[in-house]
């Protein structure tokens, strides 16, 4: 696609539930990133992906968070056993790592409401 | 650890009037500098960006920053607001350093809101 993608654009769940959220880059960007936009707040970086190396998971919360990033393209962001907190819109992004530095493409984000 | 800093949770200005969105910065070592927008109900889009050289950097939409590195700020300036630029404006710094990949950290965002 054009842009990056992500799903559910809208996710309602209860508390206790696990979800999952999906990324899909733009073709050929191999940098990939999670951020975090919480009503009132900024952008909270949760773990970014680049290439073939570890990711940088410094930013998860809890280990009721997870992602991963298969293929080098796809990616899924999983919070198991979801609190109220939890309720934010997640966004996700993708660039190429060096070259047009800090120019992060982003998607539109899932909006996750935990009852 | 960087941080940004927007005071201002929202600015108000007429149309046709000079904007001004403020940012300051903390980071170890040289800075990388952005601001990004986000327009009601669409994801951030990158505007500007402060790498090196010059420290009056122009971007999209007639928008630019100035980097200034004694006040540590990189403020967002735009000489005449237009109506359409009423959304929500992200400062954010990355250090100069290669390990840091593009990975940035974001101030909390200031709302603009132009009226005719």
């Known amino acids: 696609g054009a842009g990056v993608s992500q799903s559910p654009s809208n996710k309602v769940t209860e508390k206790g539930k696990d979800v999952e959220l999906r990324c899909d880059p733009i073709s050929g960007h191999t940098a990939l990133y999670w951020y975090r936009q919480s009503l009132g707040q900024g952008l909270e970086f949760l773990i970014y992906?680049?290439?073939?190396?570890?990711?940088?998971k410094s930013g998860l919360p809890s280990d009721r968070f997870s992602a991963e990033r298969t293929g080098g393209s796809v990616s899924t962001l999983t919070i198991q056993r979801t609190q109220q907190e939890d309720s934010a819109v997640y966004l996700c992004?993708?660039?190429?790592?060096?070259?047009?530095?800090?120019?992060?493409?982003f998607g539109e984000g899932s909006r996750l409401t935990v009852l | 650890a960087q941080s940004v800093a927007q005071p201002e949770d929202q600015v108000n200005v007429a149309e046709g009037n000079p904007l001004t969105v403020k940012c300051t910065y903390s980071?170890?070592?040289?800075?990388?500098l952005f601001w990004y927008v986000q327009y009601p109900n669409r994801g951030l889009q990158f505007l500007l960006k402060y790498i090196t050289g010059d420290n009056l950097v122009k971007g999209s939409y007639g928008f630019e920053a100035e980097f200034n590195k004694s006040q540590t700020s990189f403020h967002l300036k735009k000489p005449s607001a237009l109506v359409s630029d009423s959304a929500l404006y992200f400062c954010a710094v990355s250090p100069m350093i290669k390990a840091a990949g593009n990975k940035l950290t974001f101030g909390g965002g200031t709302r603009v809101l132009v009226k005719p």
């Open positions: 980071v170890s070592g040289n800075p990388y």
């Open positions: 992004a993708s660039s190429f790592p060096t070259s047009s530095v800090g120019e992060l493409f």
């Open positions: 992906f680049q290439g073939n190396s570890a990711p940088d």
